[in-house]
C-alpha cells in the first residue's frame, strides 16, 4: 500500500472535520468556497447599507471558477433577469443559468464569448476572480503567479465593469501585494481586503473587495479637475 505524505494526511484530517465541507454537502454546493463568497457578500451589505455584492438583475463574470460553488452563490443571486459567466482552465458540469467556458483566462479567444454571454451591452455589474496557479510549493513562484493572474484581472475589470461596478479579486500575500491594492484603489472608490472566515488561516489567499468602479482612474480625474 502507498504510504500517505503527512501533508495529504493532515488534509484528509482537516478536510473530514472542516464545518464548511460539511455545510457544502448539506447545502448542495460544489466546494467550500461557496461561503467564502458569501461572507464577503455579508460584509459588504453591511458596509453599504444593506446592498450586497450581486444584486437581482446583474450581470457577472467568474474568473477560475471550478468546481462552481461561488458560480452558484451568483446564480442564485441574480435571479432568472441576471447572467452570470463563468470561465475555468478546468471543465465544469452544468449549473443552470451559468454560461459555462472552458480554457485559459489569458487567451483573448475566451474574451469575445465571455462578452457575448453578457447580453447585448458586454458589460458587468461584477467582476469576481478565485484564479490561483497550481501551486509548486516554491512560495516566491507561487506568489508570483497569483499576481501575474491578479493583475491581469484587475486589468479585464477595468475594460468589462460597468461604471459603479464592483470586483472580488483573490490576492497572494508577497511582495506586489500592496502594488495591486494601490492600483486597485484608483479604479474602485471604496476598496478593501479581507480574510473571510471560511479561508483558512495556512493559506497565503486574501480578497480585495472594491466597489463604486470608476472608468477613469482617480489620478486622471484629479489632474483633470484642477
Ligand atoms: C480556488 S479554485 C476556484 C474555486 C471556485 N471559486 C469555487 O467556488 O468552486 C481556482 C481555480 O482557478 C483556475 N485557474 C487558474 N488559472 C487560471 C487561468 N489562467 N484561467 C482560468 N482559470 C484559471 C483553476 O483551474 C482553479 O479551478
Known amino acids: 500500500m502507498t504510504k500517505r505524505r503527512p501533508s495529504s494526511a493532515r488534509w484528509l484530517a482537516e478536510h473530514r472535520s472542516d464545518p464548511y465541507v460539511a455545510a457544502a454537502r448539506r447545502e448542495g454546493y460544489r ?8 461572507e464577503i457578500d455579508a460584509s459588504l451589505a453591511a ?13 457577472v463574470v467568474e474568473l477560475g471558477a471550478a468546481p462552481g460553488g461561488w458560480s452558484q452563490v451568483a446564480a442564485s443571486r441574480v435571479g432568472m433577469h441576471g447572467r452570470v459567466v463563468a470561465l475555468d482552465l478546468l471543465p465544469m458540469d452544468p449549473i443552470p443559468g451559468v454560461v459555462i467556458l ?11 464569448p465571455l462578452r457575448a454571454g453578457l447580453g447585448p451591452s458586454g458589460k458587468a455589474d461584477v467582476l469576481l476572480s478565485d484564479m490561483a496557479p497550481n501551486m509548486t510549493g516554491v512560495k516566491i513562484a507561487d506568489q508570483g503567479r497569483g499576481s501575474v493572474l491578479a493583475e491581469a484581472a484587475l486589468d479585464f475589470a477595468c475594460t468589462i465593469l460597468r461604471p459603479g461596478g464592483r470586483i472580488v479579486l483573490k490576492l497572494f500575500q508577497g ?3 500592496q502594488e495591486l491594492v494601490r ?3 484608483l479604479r474602485f472608490s471604496r476598496v478593501k481586503v479581507e480574510k473571510p472566515p471560511a479561508s483558512r488561516d495556512r493559506s497565503a489567499e486574501l480578497y480585495l473587495v472594491g ?10 480625474q484629479e489632474h483633470f479637475s484642477e
Do not use: H, Q
Open 102 to 112: 472552458c480554457g485559459d483566462f489569458l487567451d483573448d479567444a475566451l474574451l469575445e
Open 47 to 59: 458596509r453599504e447599507a444593506g446592498k450586497g455584492l450581486i444584486r437581482p438583475g446583474d450581470a
Open 175 to 177: 511582495p506586489d501585494f
Open 183 to 185: 492600483m486597485a484603489r
Open 31 to 38: 466546494s467550500r468556497a461557496a461561503y467564502k463568497l458569501l
Open 211 to 220: 466597489s463604486g468602479f470608476r472608468d477613469a482612474p482617480m489620478v486622471l
